[in-house]
């Protein structure tokens, strides 16, 4: 029997997310182990991402995780998913497998697990059922992080779409409704300097991916950030055409320069070119094979 085939816009966030995790955790990474769709047993069912402490008394100083422990195990909704109530109970149990799924009795103690929901949305059904039928707190912790209170396993639950910009970019920039421009500003400058690692790459590839109106309407910030992005190479050009006392030519060149890399830019958004973007912002002789490409002179 032919297996149903998954949506290919759903696969992505998930691999965007494990990397936006690690991006926000990165000051705690040498004590921090991940793993991408834990498998429980041998069924097909998994945790979204799975984060072990090395050291279990050293705390984790990013927000999204001073709640671990030893034993994490976080539960993923992309944008254009939600979090439900069935969706907690079975995380819960995926938890309690977790901890049973195990050669030597108890080798995984309860306490030493915590269970995390990200969501995009707050979960307004699941936070009343929680109140309501199980009794327990909900308290805010910070913003966009809620903590679960009267379970024995910590929970907390992460809602994405609150998270502040200052405090975690990367995750609360994970959605496929990216409006604020001073945000996606940012993410061009931290992706700048950080543009050969491959955690942001796979972020902001998403990110664009999911934002292509969004980026299109912002153009002239993206074209200005780009300009940002490549500015050595014009302070050299510019330092080439004053020792030669060309200065004039020199304006008028990089005029030219500027308005083929923002025809480039708007060219390649058109097209839903993401990644060429990226990398032409980056990699010169890859901006002038685009250039040729695509007739802009």
């Known amino acids: 029997m032919e297996m149903p085939k998954k949506n290919p816009a759903l696969r992505q966030w998930h691999p965007a997310f494990y990397a936006g995790a690690q991006i926000e955790l990165q000051e705690d990474a040498d004590n921090l182990i991940f793993e991408n769709e834990h498998q429980l047993g041998t ?28 034993h994490n195990i976080i539960e993923y909704k992309s944008p254009t998913d939600y979090l439900n109530i069935d969706d907690f109970y079975k995380v819960y ?17 309860i306490e030493e697990l915590t269970i995390s929901f990200v969501s995009h949305g707050y979960p307004r059904k699941l936070m009343k059922h929680l ?22 396993i ?13 405090k975690n970019l990367w995750l609360s920039s994970l959605t496929d409704h ?33 934002n292509k109106t969004q980026f299109q309407e912002v153009k002239d910030m993206l ?9 050595d190479e014009l302070e050299a050009n510019r330092s080439r055409g ?18 083929r890399l923002n025809a480039l830019t708007l ?29 802009i002179s």
Request: charged fraction near 35%; hydrophobic fraction near 35%; aromatic fraction near 8%.
């Open 178 to 210: 990216l409006k604020d421009k001073e945000v996606a500003r940012k993410l061009l400058e931290d992706f700048g300097n950080h543009k050969q690692e491959i955690l942001y790459r796979s972020v902001m590839n998403i990110i664009m991916q999911a």
């Open 154 to 166: 910590p929970i907390q639950i992460i809602v994405t779409r609150y998270l502040s910009p200052e």
């Open 267 to 295: 060219k390649l958004a058109e097209l839903g070119r993401t990644d060429d973007i990226i990398k032409a912002a980056s990699d010169t002789s890859y901006q002038k094979k685009l250039l040729e490409e695509l007739g």
């Open 93 to 109: 149990g995926y938890a309690c497998f977790y901890k049973s799924d195990v050669s030597r009795v108890n080798s995984i103690p």
């Open 43 to 70: 069924k097909p069912k998994g945790i979204d991402v799975l984060i072990i402490k090395k050291q279990v008394n050293r705390p984790v100083k990013k927000n999204i995780g001073k709640l671990f422990r030893k």
């Open 223 to 231: 074209c200005e950030a780009l300009e940002e992005l490549m500015k």
């Open 131 to 152: 109140k309501k039928k199980r009794g327990f707190r909900i308290q805010k912790m910070d913003a966009g992080i809620y903590y679960i209170l009267g379970d024995f």
């Open 242 to 259: 004053l020792s030669e006392g060309r200065m004039k030519g020199l304006q008028e060149g990089q005029q030219q320069a500027t308005d």
